[in-house]
């Protein structure tokens, strides 16, 4: 194996394996939210558990791994057979409505997701906090938006939500692109999000994650002025400032992302993505790695999209 190949690897696996864990120490933030208690909770938590977050990115990942395109039925029937198997990890109201629908009417995931909210769809963050896969699988496809907004439409139609995925896919897919042994240009990878995104509300936000940044600003004042809630601009631009806080540190982007309230497993699975696909497995605490649950075949799908 070439040290490009090795390096590619490794970046595939930090980033599914760093999604998984942001989710899992997430979550295990709710009830522990400071500092000391989670590394104390971690060390003594085994294994850390993922919930919907990583199961919907383990279907997308599988989906495209199996059909080697983004097929959005195939997508649709993944992600519904991994809910009936598991409908415990924590799915919000959104996903088993639309699979619903499908079992009922014999409707396309895709026309269900567009009748929710009165026929304007989900402006949630469910569509970005899976996406990572796509960001890794199409990292270099001329029409890299337009893959990402359909991967987000089997559940969420908003346009905003659809922009929050594509943006979220290209983070991961600029991780993957950059050296880590370079120091990262915050302003450039910002500014390609920029100019790569299509919506006013998630715009806005980046330049806000641009002027916190410029300011330094701690971590729960950037998450106060962003906003920490489920919905996507008030969730990914606070996940992409904590990556972007702390480049070269997974742990520190993500205590930035969790211990700073709001939805703490979404922003963990957002901001350990992009850290993982930029800093590699390596960069990742062994001991988290090798709690986490499910690991090898987390790690397997990662090789079968690098593959």
């Avoid at 909770?41 to 279907?59: H, Q």
Wanted: with cysteine; hydrophobic share 40%; aromatic share 8%.
């Amino acid at each position: 194996m070439s040290e490009a190949e090795g390096s590619l690897r490794a970046k595939y696996l930090g980033c599914m394996v760093g999604s998984a864990l942001g989710d899992a120490i997430g979550e295990l933030a709710f009830q522990h939210p400071q500092e000391s208690r989670l590394r104390s909770i971690i060390e003594k938590t085994a294994p850390l558990r993922y919930t919907d977050d990583t199961a919907m990115a383990l279907g997308l990942a599988e989906s495209l791994a199996t059909k080697r395109s983004l097929d959005q039925e195939h997508l649709g029937r993944t992600f519904h057979r991994n809910y009936r198997q598991e409908p415990w990890r924590g799915y919000a109201a959104g996903p088993p409505t639309i699979f619903h629908m499908v079992e009922y009417s014999g409707i396309s995931y895709a026309e269900a997701a567009r009748r929710l909210f009165g026929g304007e769809g989900s402006f949630g963050n469910g569509a970005a906090m899976r996406v990572a896969p796509l960001g890794l699988f199409f990292h270099d496809a001329p029409d890299f938006y337009d893959q990402a907004a359909a991967s987000a439409a089997v559940t969420h139609a908003h346009p905003v939500a659809q922009d929050g995925a594509a943006v979220q896919a290209l983070a991961v897919a600029q991780g993957v692109k950059l050296a880590p042994s370079k120091p990262l240009a915050g302003d450039l990878f910002l500014q390609e999000l920029l100019r790569f995104s299509r919506t006013y509300e998630l715009q806005r936000k980046l330049r806000q994650v641009q002027s916190l940044l410029e300011n330094q600003a701690p971590c729960l004042e950037a998450a106060k002025a962003l906003g920490r809630s489920v919905t996507i601009y008030e969730s990914l631009p606070f996940a992409l400032y904590a990556f972007l806080k702390h480049p070269q540190s997974f742990m520190d982007c993500l205590f930035c992302a969790v211990l700073s309230g709001g939805d703490r497993d979404t922003l963990g699975a957002m901001a350990g993505a992009v850290s993982g696909a930029y800093l590699g497995i390596d960069a990742i605490p062994a001991p988290w790695r090798e709690k986490l649950e499910n690991r090898e075949p987390i790690e397997d799908l990662a090789l079968s999209l690098l593959r």
